[in-house]
């Protein structure tokens, strides 16, 4: 069975800082292009970030553009999200995925995934 796992969620303030982790299990994605997305309460699934397979490119989505960072480390078959200045508006379950979009980057590219993570939950207090 091939699933991946992420890791760090938790309980951080206004303004503070996190990081996530996504490690596979049952196969590697290397040659995957990964990204994250998030769901809010009440709310659809939204695309966060994305890192093709080499590394060479990424992709944010506006909101959280300059303050989320990912990135990959295929030797270890992980990828990463580290997130600054959280706000109480980037509370939400965030999941990893693995796939090639049909199209830019986007909340739609959350059709084309092919591999999922069950989600950590990030909870930022004002």
């Known amino acids: 069975q091939v699933y991946l796992v992420e890791s760090g969620g938790g309980l951080v303030q206004d303004g503070g800082s996190l990081r996530l982790s996504c490690a596979p299990s049952?196969?590697?994605?290397?040659?995957?292009?990964m990204a994250w997305f998030r769901q809010a309460p009440g709310k659809e699934h939204e695309f966060v970030a994305a890192?093709?397979?080499?590394?060479?490119?990424?992709y944010y989505a506006d909101s959280v553009k300059g303050r989320f960072t990912i990135s990959r480390d295929n030797v270890k078959n992980t990828i990463y999200l580290q997130m600054d200045k959280l706000s109480p508006e980037d509370t939400a379950v965030y999941y990893c995925?693995?796939?090639?979009?049909?199209?830019?980057?986007?909340?739609?590219?959350?059709?084309?995934?092919?591999?999922w993570g069950k989600g950590t939950l990030v909870t930022v207090s004002s």
């Open positions: 049952g196969r590697t994605f290397v040659n995957f292009d």
């Open positions: 995925a693995a796939g090639a979009p049909r199209s830019p980057w986007s909340s739609a590219a959350y059709y084309d995934m092919e591999y």
């Open positions: 890192i093709h397979w080499s590394g060479s490119s990424t």
